[in-house]
């Protein structure tokens, strides 16, 4: 069974702090794997977007790497502000499928502290 | 990108009454997607909403619980109803895009956040 895993499923941090967040997937093959940031009461937002054949993909402080051999992705989130409290859902895409069968995981719970 | 809208982003309701979400999209797309996603959870996909055709559900949803309406290629209607207390949720309206670097990539609306009492 197709299947994605974050992890941890909440974390707390100090602000300017570092943070990494993990996305195990068993999905295969697949077509994409998306990092979406959704605040709370609203619509997720894409972050990054990596085909099967990229390691890395940047978008300002946050870096996803992807580790197809493992089936592993992780977020990284630089120098953390505030405003990056909120949920982080790892989205991976399965290979000639249509968009009705994308794989949510059910996300990590970032809290940011002054 | 693409830009999504949703009415109302809110609302109280009370059970057995329904309530018709609207979503508008910025420019033409084949299909739209209808996502549930309840306190605490992450998104389920409710269904897939195609023009000018029924639209398809997920397992455990039913069109009786939750019609949807697809008039043009940028708008369409979720209705929940006989509301319950269980209804309560966000409900998110999805379009898919291929990105600049030809990615395809799911873009949400803002959402709209229903409790029924």
């Known amino acids: 069974k197709n299947q994605v895993e974050q992890s941890p499923q909440s974390l707390i941090i100090l602000e300017g702090k570092n943070c990494t967040l993990q996305?195990?997937?068993?999905?295969?093959?697949?077509?994409?794997l998306r990092w979406y940031k959704q605040d709370t009461g609203r619509g997720p937002v894409s972050l990054t977007i990596m085909t099967f054949s990229e390691n890395t993909k940047s978008n300002g402080r946050y870096t996803a790497t992807l580790d197809a051999d493992t089936k592993q992705s992780s977020l990284h989130i630089t120098a953390s502000q505030l405003s990056d409290s909120a949920s982080y859902i790892c989205?991976?895409?399965?290979?000639?499928?249509?968009?009705?069968?994308?794989?949510f995981g059910s996300g990590t719970r970032l809290s940011i502290r002054p | 990108s693409a830009v999504i809208s949703q009415k109302p982003s809110r609302d109280i309701c009370q059970r057995g009454t329904s309530l018709t979400i609207q979503c508008q999209v910025d420019s033409q797309v084949t299909m739209m997607f209808w996502y549930r996603q309840q306190p605490g959870q992450s998104l389920t996909l409710i269904a897939t909403a195609n023009q000018g055709s029924e639209a398809t559900y997920e397992s455990g949803f039913v069109i009786d619980k939750f019609p949807i309406s697809r008039p043009n290629l940028t708008f369409s209607t979720l209705t929940v109803s006989n509301m319950s207390p269980e209804d309560s949720s966000i409900y998110l309206c999805?379009?898919?895009?291929?990105?600049?670097?030809?990615?395809?990539?799911?873009?949400f609306g803002p959402g709209t956040r229903l409790t029924v009492l």
């Open positions: 996305c195990n997937y068993t999905v295969s093959p697949f077509s994409n």
């Open positions: 989205v991976v895409s399965p290979a000639y499928s249509s968009a009705s069968k994308i794989i």
């Open positions: 999805s379009v898919e895009r291929t990105s600049g670097m030809g990615t395809d990539t799911q873009y």
